[in-house]
């Protein structure tokens, strides 16, 4: 199904670097050689036409090539435009009104220039103790300015947050500065500089890097770790042919954009020869990060990441060994420039499998017959840098037909300017002489695209809940009744559902028309999320007016195509007046959802309240959350991996060798003296054995 | 500070082989040789006297190695002792009333062969299917009764839950039995049976087996799984002394009894030269698994494994590049055999490092200068098999000085007799023809006997609430404020406390003497837990009455010598009446906990629902928590980890080197063609690198 043919795209494959080309010539062809380009994308087939061809490439049409193209023309009007990059035309070209495009890299570059030579930038570095002539030194990551009321959305505006390097290798976040100036990028310069009433001078406290000079300085890195090495003498154990991927009974395609960074599609599993949809699509496909001190301007500090900058945008280029240990594939990702030229990231996206630990293992403690198998995991990786913070985004492929999405969160702290002894009022911390760290959540929106067995899905939250029964009754006499409370998601708007903690609760994506065989249950994947922080900003706020998805932690909608991402398409400078994106989808909430191709929308993340162990540069923090099967497979789908040891009842009655003896040679003791192979063989006779005694 | 002395024990290592041996024939020559020996473990020693030793070890009187011995002696007495093993002197001998000490493997060996020959037990197998002749292929596994008003605690009694193997190889939780004899161990004989109204006859299902030849028979193991081989060349970067680890700033004192299993000891951190106490002593105190089948006699499932079977009785035997892979260190485990003899389970703990992925990565998105740091982690690990299911616990220790525990469930799981399309009522699911698999939770207690800077800690629970002040008041115009709420815990009653997950709720463990020199905030632990459900058997039940610290996500209780284990000392046939352990220290709940020498109990888990995925063996189902620093450091404490690789601003200006690149020469590109050292230096240049342009 769907497989390449030769030298033809997938239809889900990014736009080629030609592709790029071809899309971006056409667009200056008819429309100037002065345009800026913000998107060159690909324009996703309509999933209809998509899946006609899945069912039978050979006949059904293939999806055209289309580029999803936005460009900024001078005096600051933004287009939307599709191209059919076959055709050679442009089939939609619509000029904005008040809409602001996703914010490139190379725009955000230019910011620090101009703040650089501003008088009025300089007067205020000047007030906070810089020198004039020391305006290199200054520095700032500019974001978009979010939503200003006092601006609005038809300039295009970014805030500046300004910081100081003492030294050009000095982390420049342990030096905040206190003002903000704010740029607008059709005249290409600062229009105002939010300046508080308070002011707080450049920090004078000595630096504590993190780079290796600093480090020798005090006292240098340590040297007591030994290597570990990982290694795949035999090569790895997954296919890909051109974008599509199989592994251990998985197979799927891997797509990637500016916005949503790793895309995963028409992700299937062959259950004992027959292959069996999942998920359409998986991606993330929003996400935010709210500060939470109410102090002007800071609360402009929300960012939506994906849809103001973007995840592939921001995207790191990977290497071995570094980011990722072991026998690793990579795929670049090619961008277009402002200009209208191409950007490549190499190995943009990091494909790799990894030791999983014990998948199974039972020992039966009567006659000490045992089987223990090793999992093995399957990652599609990326790590985006948005400014300061580090995302390292990583969808792991387990052989129990569990998908995991883990996240870790590192990079350095958004830091704001604090004087000695400074109240933080509750909504930061001193991380740092002179430095306050806001609290902030960060929130991640995962978009599911539901296939569970075929494209009619149902969604149910499962809550544990003890018997109704007193204890004491009849039907509940020893009061140890609890049973899975399963509630039915009939539309859009009864489906804005909440985390509750208490129920250990789950949601579950179904597929009522296909009962397991035993348990009679319908099949289907359960979203098993455990870090659901509600989103602390208030109902009403700007935060909750312009990131809907935030407001619960699951929203679930019919499919629509082009319904891709929940806080809009063009989300800098929205004002959340009226809300896009998913707010605007469910509208009064009346559409069913029972029984249909549907798009379940999960909003997770944490909610971080900084302190000093995360300065200056933050140990990962991970995150995670699962896509497991229940009442899907009729057994463990992963009892065909071969075991590591297993003896039987009948072999041990009978005193002899195990049946499966494929211990990991490479394995041995640690120390010296410890005979490897001798230790090795007496623990085989017991290895991983039951417990009995002599 | 309690470092070895030569041949001497530390006053924490469990008791040797020799040590345990003196303690037997001490309490045979002075109690006959008639005694069957349920307990003879190690006597920790007081706290105040092992901290005055542990301070000045040389001046300091050395505890003295003390046995904790527990014995039956014909007539089904049983008698709490204490031996003084250097004195050679026998210091407490107590008979217990209606107490039933720890249940040990021998003892529940002997109940199958029992039940066997039993001929109600055998007129009831004829009944259910199954010949006369044929009773070999009748298995049990005995659990201790739990609690049966019937019977009470004097009989020392077990319920057998009653299995058939077609063939000695097959997995008998295929074919459970409906009945359920009561074994009483003093008369050694079947004292009666439950009989279910409803009579569920032996099911004729085919088995779906895991052992090899089943298979084979099915088409064989899947053989596209390639080697991933995993060394430490150079040998692995901990050391060990006695039973003390030393690795990365971290040093503790490796435990073990036949309760707890692994327990970490003086838990300490060298901060850049200090020794920072952080725990006193880690452990797994206890844990129960409820069931939530109503009918009896199901209410009588609910195992309170570590209080009646043990965690180190029931561990498994591990080995190299099984259980664990790379480079391993194993300790054994010494314990006593009923006649009083000792048994020896060989690699009891497994002890070994791990590669973690990135420790912390920051790329600066306008000059491209990048540090990434790969993290390792440390891993104290056993596995035990409590009849049908394995629990897989690791300590595992990171380099950012967080704490986590990590519990893998895999095994297989209780199931019971159900009729074809019989209905479940919600209280399980049949995973297979004729198998009802029930509802149940395993909720485990974790003791944290805290020592954070120093004895004397407050616990304080942390909620993320929004501001109070409404949208569009001055304090909170644009609604964004939230903050941490920090609740003190004044006294045990008050430390009774739930899981909040809508405030992503945390419990702070501080040194409210010891401030952070930045955030001014105490020092602390948190204690990071997100797999929290309630108790679902409701208050005032029978498991509510004998599992009394599972009633709350957690307890503080003052330290008090000897209170360790939660549900009592000696568990089996408890009655909750009065509840024993936890409820009965805390009693009316007016101690003071501030600032005071205290212990921390939190209990956490999964609610498990079957699926026909988790039979007929389990993958592994993981489950995690963190003890974090917060306030703890004054930075980043692996800030000199070395990386993989560095870039400075000022060397890319210079168009200079790496400083640093030490990727990892053994990682390769996954496919033929690719060229590993071409694409690394490729990469090198952008490793780990940002995103800018072309």
Redesign the interface.
Known sequence: MGSQVANLPYPLDPLSLDEINTAISLVKKAHGETLLFNVVSLHEPRKAEFTAWLASPETAPRPKRVADVVVIAPGGKVFDGLVDLAGGSITKWELLDGEQPIIT??E??LV?HIVRKDPKVIEQCVISGIPAEDMHKV?CDPWTIGYDERFGSKARLQQALMYYRPD??TCQYQYPLDFCPIYDADKGEIIAIDIPKIRRPLSKAPA?D????A?EA?????T???????????????K?TGREIEW?NWKFHIGFNYREGIILNNITFNDKGAVRPIFHRLSLAEMVV?????E?P??RK?ALDQGEYGAG??????????????????LDAHFP?RAG???????AIC?????A???????D??DD?V??T???KFIISQ???A??Y?Y?IYWIF?????IQLEI?L???LNTYAMLEDEDTN??G?????G?NAH?H?HLFCLRVDANVDGPDNTVFV?D????E???GSP??????????KRTKLETEGQART???????RTWEIANTNKL?P????PVSYKLVS?????L?????????KRAPFARHAVHVTKYRDDELWPAGRHVPQTSGEPSRGISEWIGDGAAPIDNTDLVLWHTFG??H?P??????????EPMTLLL???????????????????T???QI?AGREA??DA?????????EG?D?TV??N???G?????????
Chains 1, 2 share one sequence.
């Open positions: 890299m190379e955000l570059q620090e520095y050009i290798d504590v993190y780079h290796p000079a480090v005090r006292g240098g890195y340590r007591n770790l030994k290597p570990i090495n990982i290694t795949q003498p035999e090569g790895v154990s997954f890909l251990q709210p500060y939470g001190n109410p002007r800071h609360h929300h945008y921001m995207t790191n280029s990977l290497a071995l060994g570094c980011d990722c240990k072991g026998s690793i594939h990579y420039t030229g191409v950007r490549t990231i190499k190995n494909i790799h499998e990894e030791d630990g014990i998948l199974f293992k039972h020992s403690f009567r017959s089987i223990v090793r999992g093995r790590v985006f840098t400014a300061n580090e390292a387990h052989q129990d037909g569990t870790k590192t990079g350095i509750g909504w911390t001193q991380v740092f002489p430095v609290n959540q499962n544990a809940v003890p018997s029964a007193p204890v039907e509940n006499y020893y009061g140890n009744g609890f049973y899975n909440d985390y509750n903690g208490a129920t250990s397991n035993y348990s009679k249950k455990r870090e659901v922080p509600g602390l900003p208030k109902e009403g706020s700007l935060v909750w944490v909610t309240f302190s000093p162990e995360d300065f200056p540069v933050m140990p990962a497991r099967p229940r009442n899907f497979f009729a057994g463990n789908p992963a009892m065909d991996v071969a075991p590591s040891f297993c039987t009842p009948s009655a049946v499966v211990s990991d040679r490479m394995s041995r003791l640690a120390f410890d490897g230790s090795m007496g623990a085989n017991g290895c991983c054995s039951g417990n009995n005694g002599p």
